[in-house]
């Protein structure tokens, strides 16, 4: 953590055609708006939203459907304000009825 609060960041490089360079622009969105860890329910780019904010939801929403966890890319301290991830519609539709 630097001074200022906010959470170290790492850069890593990766093929671009590969399925985190795909979504490397949803990553990126996804560390930005973690929050400090000294107040792990505010964003530190939205300030008028609880953290997880609607653009960590949508940068959630496009690395899951990448089939990438998302839960390899939060710090272990923010995973209990983790959403998990909504089914898809054709996963009702396609599924077995219990036994």
Not at 6 to 33: E, F, M, P, W
Not at 58 to 78: K, N
Not at 79 to 90: G, K
């Amino acid at each position: 953590m630097n001074a200022g609060g906010l959470r170290g960041i790492r850069a890593v490089i990766v093929a671009a055609d590969s399925t985190v360079g795909l979504v490397a622009q949803s990553i990126d969105d996804l560390a930005a708006h973690l929050p400090p860890q000294h107040a792990p329910r505010m964003c530190p780019l939205c300030s008028t939203e609880r953290w997880p904010c609607v653009r960590f939801r949508d940068a959630a929403h496009h690395v899951r459907a990448a089939g990438i966890d998302i839960g390899e890319l939060v710090p272990r301290d923010l995973h209990r304000h983790l959403q998990p991830p909504q089914p898809s519609p054709q996963a009702h539709q396609t599924a077995l009825p219990p036994p």
